[in-house]
């Protein structure tokens, strides 16, 4: 195999081998992401926004256990600080939440695209580092 231009043995027993890029579709799977849900941005960047995400049952294992004792029903409002692709709002749903007041801080617009394509009612807020500012409120 050659890696910027320099070659590297592969040694397997049989011989036998294929060397392929993951699709997206399967870096999503690996996140534990429905199919489709970086769809409507080029590969490129789906490949980024789920290289830099967080894998969703690993998100849903810790928060079944933060908000066990919140009833599934009850309001609850979101600060999330460099959102990404909304893994953590896509987490809240599959625990059961049905009513979220969603509130979003991420700069990169792709990964606002794909966040706003799963979820229209995230309220995008920019960048992080206005809540810096005096007088920040949400």
Same mark, same amino acid.
């Given at each position: 195999?050659?890696?910027?231009?320099?070659?590297?043995?592969?040694?397997?027993?049989?011989?036998?081998?294929?060397?392929? $890029?993951?699709?997206?579709?399967?870096?999503?799977?690996?996140? !534990?992401?429905?199919?489709?849900? !970086?769809?409507? &941005?080029?590969?490129?960047?789906?490949? $980024?926004?789920?290289?830099?995400?967080?894998?969703?049952? +690993?998100? =849903?294992?810790?928060?079944?256990?933060?908000?066990? %004792?919140?009833?599934?029903?009850?309001? =609850? +409002?979101?600060?999330?600080?460099?959102?990404?692709? /909304?893994? /953590?709002?896509?987490?809240?749903?599959?625990?059961?939440?049905?009513?979220?007041?969603?509130?979003?801080?991420?700069?990169?617009?792709?990964?606002?695209? +794909? %966040?706003?394509?799963?979820?229209?009612?995230? &309220?995008?807020?920019?960048?992080?580092?206005?809540?810096?500012?005096?007088?920040?409120?949400?």
């Amino acid at each position: 195999i050659t890696i910027k231009g320099k070659e590297q043995p592969i040694k397997l027993p049989d011989g036998f081998y294929i060397i392929r $890029k993951l699709t997206p579709i399967e870096c999503e799977r690996l996140q !534990t992401l429905p199919d489709g849900y !970086t769809a409507g &941005i080029s590969n490129t960047q789906r490949y $980024k926004c789920l290289g830099n995400g967080w894998t969703a049952e +690993v998100v =849903i294992h810790i928060m079944r256990h933060m908000f066990k %004792a919140v009833p599934r029903h009850e309001k =609850i +409002v979101v600060l999330s600080m460099y959102d990404g692709i /909304a893994t /953590a709002r896509y987490c809240l749903g599959q625990l059961g939440f049905t009513d979220i007041e969603y509130h979003a801080f991420e700069t990169d617009k792709y990964a606002q695209k +794909v %966040a706003l394509k799963n979820y229209p009612d995230i &309220i995008q807020h920019g960048d992080a580092f206005q809540v810096r500012e005096e007088g920040w409120s949400l």
